[in-house]
Nanobody, 118 residues
Framework: QLRLVESGGGSVKAGGSLRLSCEVS????????MGWYRQTPGSSREKVAF?????HLSYADAVKGRFTISHAGNWVSLEMNNLKVEDTAVYYC??????????????WGQGTQVTVSS
């Protein structure tokens, strides 16, 4: 019943900007945390930005000062500025949710491609 719906992504030249958005679709849940990850072929999934229920936001060193995560309610977004070729990856929305059974569970979006060209 619960799923993460992503939008955004695409192709952009180096130095350009993109904004990714994601929202939780469904009923009977609460959000513990949300974030963004990315993955390239042959590599493990990398945490890019994380928005916990409490505490400080966190960013991967590679994106600090360039990416900004925002979150409230059932949505999360990622503003990506000054994009670099090495930012090219499939980006995934993440959410840790409490469903109707009161079990905490990780959910993932389907992924959206971001391609940065020189």
């Amino acid at each position: 019943q619960l799923r993460l719906v992503e939008s955004g992504g695409g192709s952009v030249k180096a130095g350009g900007s993109l904004r990714l958005s994601c929202e939780v679709s469904g009923v009977g849940f609460s959000v513990n945390s949300m974030g963004w990850y990315r993955q390239t072929p042959g590599s493990s999934r990398e945490k890019v930005a994380f928005f916990p229920s409490s505490g400080h936001l966190s960013y991967a060193d590679a994106v600090k000062g360039r990416f900004t995560i925002s979150h409230a309610g059932n949505w999360v977004s990622l503003e990506m500025n000054n994009l670099k070729v090495e930012d090219t990856a499939v980006y995934y929305c993440y959410a840790d949710l409490m469903d109707g059974s009161n079990w905490s569970k990780a959910y993932w979006g389907q992924g959206t491609q971001v391609t940065v060209s020189s």
